[in-house]
């Protein structure tokens, strides 16, 4: 994905997230997310996206990790995850350099402050990963991969006013959220289609162009037998020279990730499994009605 912004169209995007120290238990409401804390950002966002129709009740924190929050909500549309990402100077995720590699920024000035990571720069940056994260999720999803079904868009302008959220259809139920395929206890044949499957979706992604950039089971759900792959805005195509790098990279977490379930492959040839899969047909696409 290339980016193409020029300064004055992250003038909106300023968003500033702090980390919570706690996590909410169990049902949480509009009004309880901002009794305490009213000048916390997260439970900001959460007001907007409900007054703006997005959400319509938050239920409960879902997992506080170094880059974003994960909440269960309400929508509309069914029950969803509510990931909103963290300022970007405040997570631990600093060397994204290598993901962005090859993008284009055509305002020299957004590039400078982008590079330089200044104030502004680093505000550039996070609306370009949540904006990547939705539009990468978009794409996957329209294309008929195994990821969880984007909620708002596919109109850019609509996502965009989210920044820095994502909505996405949760994987699971309410009460039992889809475990990490990490956590997952597997047989030895749920462990064999866990890994076709894995590699299938990473071919499938290679068929595209993309290279996940950070693919293996901690960013895998297992769902009723089946492999949904999540985490997506450090996504990276061939216009990125360090493609083939961080296409080798995940193939070999993918495979290191996978001894705990018995699978014994090496990255090596692990890769050439995947752009052998990925010169065959890809899944029929999905049709996205307006």
Known sequence: MSARWSEDQWGESEQRLRRKHTKPAGRR??????????????????????????????????????????????TYKGTALLKIYRDFAARSFKNDAIYREGQVVLDERAARAMHNRSRKGLEMLQFDWVMAEWAHLWHLWQ?????????????????????PAVLMRLIGTEDQP??????????????????NQSLNGMADMLRLGYAHGDYSTYNLLWWENTVIIIDFPQLTTRQNPHFRELLRRD???????????????????TLREVQRRALGPGPAPRLVLP
């Open 29 to 74: 409401r509009i009004t309880d997310l901002t009794a305490e804390q009213p000048e916390d950002i997260a439970d900001d966002m959460i007001r907007r996206l409900t007054d703006g129709g997005f959400i319509t009740e938050v239920l409960a924190e879902l997992k506080s990790g170094k880059e974003a929050t994960a909440y269960i909500a309400n």
């Open 178 to 195: 889809a475990a990490r395929l990490s956590e997952a206890r597997l047989t030895p044949e749920q462990a064999r289609s866990a890994w």
């Open 143 to 163: 294309a008929g991969l195994s990821v969880p079904e984007p909620l708002v868009g596919p109109n850019v302008k609509a996502y965009a006013e989210t920044v």
């Open 251 to 269: 193939a070999e977490s993918l495979s290191t990730s996978f001894r705990k379930h018995g699978i014994q492959e090496t990255g090596e040839t």
